[in-house]
C-alpha cells in the first residue's frame, strides 16, 4: 500500500511499557488525558473512505477500523474467524467455502449479508470502478477476465447462498486467508452505494459500517473527526472505547508537542533524525514492527530519455549510498535496502528472512556509476543530463531522502543535474499513476505476509508499475511462483529470488531503505494491534485506564 507511514501483518504487538512525562489536556472536540476517549494523529488527510478505491494507508486505517471482514488478524498476526462462523478450504486449495456468524448488521441496523460480501469482490474488479486493487483477487475465478472488460462481472467466482459465500479459485492462493482480513474486501451494501451514487464514501454521512467504530464528523476535507462505537458492531461487548478523536497533524514536531501536552495518545518519532535523537530516550517510546520498501521508480516509458536508458539506471542505482543515505535520513533507524522486498514481511521454506534469501547484491561504487553514466551519455549522444525527483511535501523524511540524493547523485555523476518537485502526498500519487515523474521516491508496506504482495507490483501491466517497464524474465519468474510454484514454499522462494535478480538485472527500481517505526505512546493506552503488513493499528481493543 502506498504510504509514507505504514506499518501493518506479521509480528504484531499489543504494546505500551513504562511511564512518561505528559499532561492532561483537550483538543479539537475530544478529549485526551482524564478521559477515557482515545486521541490519534495521522499525517496527512485521509483522501476516502471508498473501500473499493482506496489505495492509502491512513484512509485504509480509518476504513479498517470502521469495517470488519470475514477474518480480523490477531495480536500473534493470525487471521481469526471474525464475521465468518467458519472458513474452509478444499484440498487442492481451490475452493473456499465460508458459513457468516448469524445476526450480522449494519451500522444503521439494516442485516449484512452473504451478497454484501459479493458485491464488494465484484465492484473492486469491474473495470467500472477503477480500482487499483483490482489485481489483489487475480487467482479468483474470472477475476482478470472482468478486470480487463473480457467477461461479465457476474461471473465472478464469489458466489453466494444463504449465509455461506463460496470461492472459486483458478489457482491456490497461499494469501487467500489474509485477503479475507484485508479492508478492500470488506462488504458493501449494493443497494446503499447505488443510492449514494457518486457521493458515496466521500463523507462520513455517505458510507456505511460494519466494524468497531462508524466515523462522524468527516465532511470530506476536513482534519478533525472521530470514531465512535458502533453498537450494531457483532463483537460490540469487546469494544471498550466509545470515541476517538482524530486529528491531522502534519508537522511531527508539533504532534510530539501535542503528544507531551496530554492531546495525542500515540505519535511516531521516526520522521527526522532529529526527532528521534530529541526523544528516544523517553520511557513512552515503543518499536513498531514494519514490511516497508522506500525505493525510487524510474519513468521509462521514454518521457525522459536518460531514464530511459538502462545504463543511466544502472549508474544511478551504483550512485546510491544507502547505508548513507539510511543514516543521514533516518538516522539509522531503519535499515539499507538489500532488495524490493523487506525484513520482516515473511519467512523461506528454510525459515530465513525472505529479504536476506533475495538479496540480488545491489551495491554503492562510485567509479562504476561514473562509468555508467558516461557510457549510457555516449549511447544517447549526449555531454550531460537532467531529471527531476518527485516525492511528498509533506512528509520531512521524503524531503530528506530528496536533498540526500540530488547531492550525492550529482557529486558522484558529473554532468548531471537534478531537479525537485515536492508536492503533498496525495498529488504525488498520481503523478506516480499518470506517469507525470522522471524519477519517484515513495514507499510501499505490504497488504500481507507473503511475497506476492510486492512482486505483483511490477508485473507487465501491473496498475502499480508506475514505471511501466517490461521486464519477461521478472513477470515470468512471479507468474511461476502464482501458479506451479504457489504450493511449494521453497519453489516460491526461488522463484522470488529470481525476479530480484531480473529487476537488479535491467535497473527497473532502486530500493533505498526498510522501514523500522518507533512511537511515543501513552503508558495508560493497551490493546492496539500494530500489524507489519495490512491494517498498521488496529484499535478495535484499544482502550485506556
Do not use: C
Not at 475452493?95 to 469482490?121: H, I, M, N, R
Amino acid at each position: 500500500m502506498e504510504t509514507w507511514k505504514k506499518v501493518a501483518i506479521g509480528a504484531a504487538a499489543v504494546v505500551v511499557v513504562g511511564g512518561g512525562t505528559r499532561a492532561a489536556g483537550l483538543w479539537g472536540g475530544g478529549s485526551a488525558g482524564n478521559s477515557k476517549n482515545l486521541s490519534f494523529q495521522l499525517p496527512t488527510p485521509i483522501q476516502t473512505l471508498d473501500i473499493s478505491k482506496n489505495t492509502d494507508t491512513y484512509s485504509g486505517t480509518i476504513i479498517g477500523n470502521s469495517g470488519a471482514n470475514l477474518m480480523r488478524v490477531d495480536s500473534k498476526g493470525k487471521a481469526q474467524l471474525e464475521l465468518a462462523k467458519s472458513v474452509k478450504h478444499s484440498k487442492d486449495g481451490l475452493t473456499y467455502t465460508v458459513v457468516l456468524k448469524d445476526g450480522l448488521k449494519w451500522s444503521d441496523g439494516s442485516k449484512l449479508t452473504a451478497k454484501d460480501f459479493v458485491y464488494s469482490w465484484q465492484r473492486i474488479v469491474n473495470p467500472k470502478t477503477a480500482s487499483q486493487y483490482a489485481y489483489l483477487a487475480s487467482g479468483v475465478k474470472n477475476a482478470d477476465k472482468i478486470a480487463a472488460g473480457k467477461a461479465a462481472v457476474d461471473t465472478l467466482g464469489v458466489t453466494a447462498k444463504g449465509d455461506t459465500i463460496t470461492f472459486e479459485l483458478e489457482r491456490p492462493m497461499p494469501q487467500f486467508e489474509y485477503l479475507l482480513t484485508f479492508a478492500n474486501f470488506m462488504p458493501q451494501k449494493e443497494s446503499y452505494v447505488a443510492k449514494e451514487g457518486k457521493k458515496y464514501a466521500t463523507t462520513a454521512k455517505t458510507s456505511l459500517y460494519s466494524g468497531p467504530y462508524k466515523v462522524e464528523g468527516w465532511n470530506g476535507t476536513n482534519n478533525t473527526f472521530k470514531l465512535v462505537k458502533n453498537d450494531n458492531y457483532w463483537d460490540a461487548k469487546n469494544v471498550k472505547t466509545k470515541q476517538i478523536d482524530i486529528q491531522v497533524v502534519q508537522k511531527p514536531e508539533t504532534a510530539v508537542q501535542l503528544y507531551k501536552q496530554g492531546k495525542i495518545d500515540r505519535v511516531s518519532i521516526a520522521n527526522t533524525p532529529e526527532l528521534y535523537k530529541a526523544n528516544k530516550n523517553n520511557k513512552d517510546v515503543v518499536k513498531a514492527p514494519e514490511a516497508t520498501t522506500s525505493f525510487i521508480e524510474y519513468n521509462q516509458t521514454g518521457k525522459n530519455k536518460f531514464l530511459a536508458n538502462a545504463k543511466i539506471r544502472e549508474a544511478l542505482n551504483l550512485a546510491t549510498n544507502r547505508k548513507e543515505l539510511t543514516q543521514q535520513v533516518t538516522s539509522g533507524i531503519s535499515t539499507p535496502a538489500t532488495g524490493l522486498a523487506p525484513e520482516d514481511l515473511a519467512k523461506t521454506a528454510s525459515g530465513q528472512d525472505l529479504a536476506k534469501t533475495v538479496a540480488p547484491g545491489y551495491k554503492f561504487d562510485a567509479t562504476a556509476a561514473k562509468a555508467a553514466f558516461q557510457e549510457g551519455l555516449k549511447e544517447l549522444g549526449e555531454t550531460q543530463a537532467t531529471i527531476t525527483i518527485t516525492s511528498d511535501a509533506d512528509s520531512p523524511a521524503a524531503k530528506a531522502t530528496v536533498d540526500y540524493l540530488q547531492g550525492s547523485w550529482e557529486k558522484a555523476l558529473p554532468g548531471l543535474k537534478v531537479n525537485q518537485k515536492l508536492v503533498p502526498f496525495s498529488q504525488r500519487i498520481k503523478d506516480s499513476q499518470t506517469q507525470n515523474f522522471d524519477v519517484v521516491v515513495t514507499l510501499w508496506g505490504g497488504d500481507y505476509p507473503e511475497g506476492s504482495t510486492f512482486y505483483d507490483l511490477f508485473k507487465d501491466g501491473a496498475s502499480y508499475n508506475n514505471g511501466q517497464f517490461k521486464n519477461a524474465a521478472y513477470t515470468a519468474a512471479v507468474k511461476k511462483a502464482e501458479t506451479t510454484d504457489a504450493l511449494s514454499n521453497s519453489a516460491r522462494d526461488t522463484d522470488y529470488k529470481n525476479a530480484e535478480a531480473a529487476l537488479f538485472k535491467d535497473n527497473n527500481i532502486n530500493p533505498l531503505y526498510f522501514r523500522s517505526g518507533y512511537s511515543l505512546q501513552n503508558p495508560d493506552v493497551t490493546g492496539i494491534v500494530l500489524n507489519t503488513t495490512g491494517l498498521n493499528q488496529d484499535w478495535k481493543s484499544a482502550v485506556k485506564k
